[in-house]
């Protein structure tokens, strides 16, 4: 008797932090060292696409050089053995989930591996560099290709099937995640309105926390494979 039939678990940049990708707000993390209103906004691509496109190219770069640790591969072990549904949103741009494994997977906020054509809207894979005069594979315009990530001020992806999906789930589980950035920082609020029991996974209290049920903190490495340990345990109790 499985304890949970709908699980969705939502991750941050601290998932990634041990494999060697920086997070955004911690010391010495990506805001500290490019202002976002520079290189994540639609205003700035359009001010100066070489400094946007200047910033994805070195996160695409380091991506392509760093792999899923222990809690990226705890959860694609959940995925595969847990007997239940589960849901994979990530806030992240890395593949790591995919690297590790995992499947049912919503990047809400794009990915790092992925561009997008402004002119004849094609996605596609591309993990080489881009500027402003790199031709469209498909249209053959030039200059019209940008990352297909979500920036500031822009409506993330995916937030209909999240939102249903948290509507009937009954655990959510929260990583690696500040809690400041909306509307992932509501997904709890909306899990407890249905009902669900939430976790927090992190290395310290989210401005969050205080919505948790349950709350574990360390470094992801090690809370997040026993919390799944766990889970596996109680699933087939
Ligand atoms: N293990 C677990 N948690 C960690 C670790 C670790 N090794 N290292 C850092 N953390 C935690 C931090 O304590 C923090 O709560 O991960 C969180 C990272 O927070 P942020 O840097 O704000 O990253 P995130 O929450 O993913 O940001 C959300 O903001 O800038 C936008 O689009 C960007 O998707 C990003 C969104």
């Given at each position: ?151 500031f001020g822009e409506i993330p992806f995916d937030l209909n099937k999240i939102g249903q999906y948290l509507e009937n789930s009954d655990l959510f589980i929260s990583i690696g995640t500040s809690g400041t950035v909306y509307p992932a920082a509501g997904f709890v609020q909306a899990a407890m309105d ?44």
């Amino acid at each position: 008797m499985t304890k949970f039939n709908r699980i969705i678990i939502l991750t941050g940049a601290g998932i990634s932090a041990e494999s060697g990708l920086d997070t955004f707000r911690d010391k010495g993390g990506i805001w500290e060292k490019y202002d976002l209103t520079q290189v994540a906004t639609p205003e700035a691509f359009a001010r100066d696409p070489d400094m946007v496109h200047e910033f994805y190219n070195l996160r695409r770069g380091m991506v392509k050089n760093v792999h899923p640790n222990p809690a990226h591969k705890a959860l694609a072990r959940l995925e595969q053995e847990y007997p239940g549904e589960i849901l994979l949103v990530t806030q992240n741009v890395d593949d790591l989930h995919e690297k590790a494994g995992s499947k049912n997977i919503c990047h809400m906020h794009g990915e790092l591996g992925k561009v997008r054509c402004q002119a004849c809207r094609e996605v596609m894979m591309w993990w080489d560099d881009l500027d402003r005069h790199t031709d469209c594979p498909v249209c053959e315009k030039k200059g019209r290709i940008r990352p297909h990530i979500v920036w500031f001020g822009e409506i993330p992806f995916d937030l209909n099937k999240i939102g249903q999906y948290l509507e009937n789930s009954d655990l959510f589980i929260s990583i690696g995640t500040s809690g400041t950035v909306y509307p992932a920082a509501g997904f709890v609020q909306a899990a407890m309105d249905a009902g669900a029991h939430t976790v927090e996974l992190n290395r310290e209290p989210s401005d969050g926390y205080s919505l948790f049920e349950e709350t574990h903190y360390g470094p992801a490495t090690q809370v997040v494979p026993q919390y799944v340990e766990k889970l596996l345990k109680e699933a087939y109790a």
